[in-house]
């Protein structure tokens, strides 16, 4: 199974078509369970082929003998079917913690849809610019707005992370600098119509972003006070 986010330490990872999901390896490792008994579980569980197809992915892995091996990636229904079995306090810890990280890889997964979904709006303004844009038109845009955000180039992000040339860089990002992209994504729609100058458009884009920074530390140290009184 293809992931588009790769597997957290708690084994969550999100697959090429951004849903969230926990590889049972992970799973019995955290649970204190035998790999070869959660497997059993899941396929004895009583639940609909429909749910089972929609929920639990078959995928494989190289054991320590190295043997190709079934394992499976269940989405957060699946994962929530497969653990109302298990009992005790380790249990329940256990549940709460992959819970709570299934809505922090959703919430992320919600903002990277969001920042794809934006970036044509992007590249149709860039059209309207240009009788004949080249792939630098769109390529310069991208770098200006990934440069503001990560505080480089798409190039040298892609050479730290070992990311290959092509691969988008968003599934790499954190989830404020996800959300940062968003936002200047966009403003600059709206600023590619304004400003046809790339340095005027880049100077509006870092003011921007020093009033998104400038309201996050009032608001932290407005919290910080109330903190204190309380």
Request: proline share 2%; with cysteine.
């Amino acid at each position: 199974m293809k992931e588009l986010i790769r597997k957290d330490e708690f084994g969550v990872f999100v697959d090429n078509k951004d849903v969230a999901r926990v590889d049972s390896l992970f799973v019995a490792k955290f649970f204190g369970k035998n790999h070869n008994k959660v497997v059993r579980d899941i396929e004895n569980l009583d639940c609909s082929e429909e749910f089972n197809i929609a929920n639990f992915g078959v995928i494989t892995y190289t054991d320590s003998r190295g043997r190709k091996q079934k394992a499976y990636a269940m989405t957060r229904d699946g994962f929530v079917f497969l653990a109302m079995g298990y009992r005790g306090k380790k249990a329940a810890y256990f549940k709460e913690l992959y819970i709570k990280r299934f809505n922090e890889m959703e919430s992320f997964i919600s903002t990277l849809v969001t920042a794809r979904k934006d970036f044509p709006l992007l590249t149709e303004n860039i059209k309207l610019l240009h009788d004949n844009p080249k792939p630098y038109h769109f390529s310069n845009e991208c770098d200006m707005i990934n440069k503001l955000v990560t505080g480089m180039n798409t190039k040298k992000f892609r050479e730290i992370h070992g990311i290959r040339k092509g691969e988008s860089i968003r599934p790499h990002l954190t989830a404020e600098q996800l959300e940062l992209m968003e936002k200047l994504q966009k403003c600059d729609v709206g600023l590619l119509v304004a400003f046809p100058d790339y340095e005027q458009r880049k100077r509006h884009l870092e003011w921007y972003i020093s009033q998104i920074q400038k309201k996050s530390s009032v608001n932290s140290i407005s919290m910080g006070n109330t903190i204190v009184q309380s």
